[in-house]
């Protein structure tokens, strides 16, 4: 399929996907690789710095692999960024995936944008995949969220929990994909309580260090909690693990999670109960529904948007603390849905 199209998602659980059946095999170079029967090489998937194991964006991206391997046997081949990582850098990384045969290969993060494209043209036959950026591309499925639109559900439970009427919001980079959490977040609070008020800061101005220093971010949630803000909205990838670390040491205190449910993250359980809520982005969905095109031979390519009304993204209810609040949130949830509210993309 080409063109602009919305295509219809449904949300699947993720909690369960088990990774014990997983046989990795790491190396130096920050390379892991799936084996599996299927015969055939599978997807090939490079993961923005963080890594796999970063509990948010990277995270889920890699449980679309794992549900693709499960369901449709495929196997695949993972590689990571690094901080501080030129053009080429992410060239070859894509290179080395669709010379060995990997089909699709996927990039994830908006920092693959310029090398899919480029790449993408070596390699005509092979299907590409770039999260959270368009480029263009006869063999390319961008995939984009409506992260604006899951922040402003973030922004009502927020505005709705805190007793302070202080909220923060905390970007990793400041660019325009990361405003789109931060003026969603920001209007949903402010349509819920006029008077509240919205701090909103980045940890880096143009670094992608941003996404990949949880102390940082930490200090940045402590300098908050020190202003009387109660709820803080951090949407940073591995950096948000600080804040989240910073907010739990603070009674009455609530951190929003971003990405993956991260109430339900192994490596945070400590925190959990801290957590409010998490704006869930399904890239888990968004690459399975890629890597299971190409292998039933009808590979998506061109711009595809998850968006709420389609399940792209959703507010997270685990731990129950936004119980007492669903209809709020469900009503917030059905004006967007019906048009009633236009979410700004941009502060």
Known sequence: MKGPLVRRVSTIAVAGISTAALAFTLTACGESSTESSSGGKGVGLAFDVGGRDDHSFNESAARGVDKAQKELGVQSKLMTAKNGETEADREQRLTSLAESGYNPVIGVGFNYSKSIEKVAKDFPKTTFGIVDSVAPGNNIDSITF?????????????????????????????????????????????DTDSSIQVTSQYLYPNNDKG???????????????????????????????????????????????????QYQQPGLEKYKTSILTSVVKNVDVAVFDLIKSVKD????????????KDGGVSLATSGGQIDDIKDKIEAAKKKIVDGQVKVRTAP
Not at 231 to 259: C, F
Not at 300 to 307: E, N, Q
């Open 297 to 308: 031979g009808k590979p998506l390519t061109g711009p595809h948007a998850y968006l709420l």
């Open 211 to 261: 996404f990949n220093d949880p102390a940082a971010a930490k200090d940045k949630a402590k300098g908050m909690l020190d202003s009387g803000i109660d709820v803080i909205y951090t949407a940073a990838g591995l950096s948000g693990n600080g804040s989240i670390e910073a907010i739990s040491g603070q009674k009455g205190a609530w951190a929003i999670g971003v990405d993956s449910d």
């Open 146 to 190: 409506g992260e604006h639109e899951g922040s402003y559900l973030a922004g009502v439970a927020a505005a709705l929990k805190s007793k302070s009427h202080k909220v923060g919001f905390i970007g990793g980079v400041n660019n325009a994909l990361i405003q789109k959490f931060q003026a969603g977040f920001e209007q949903g609070a402010k």
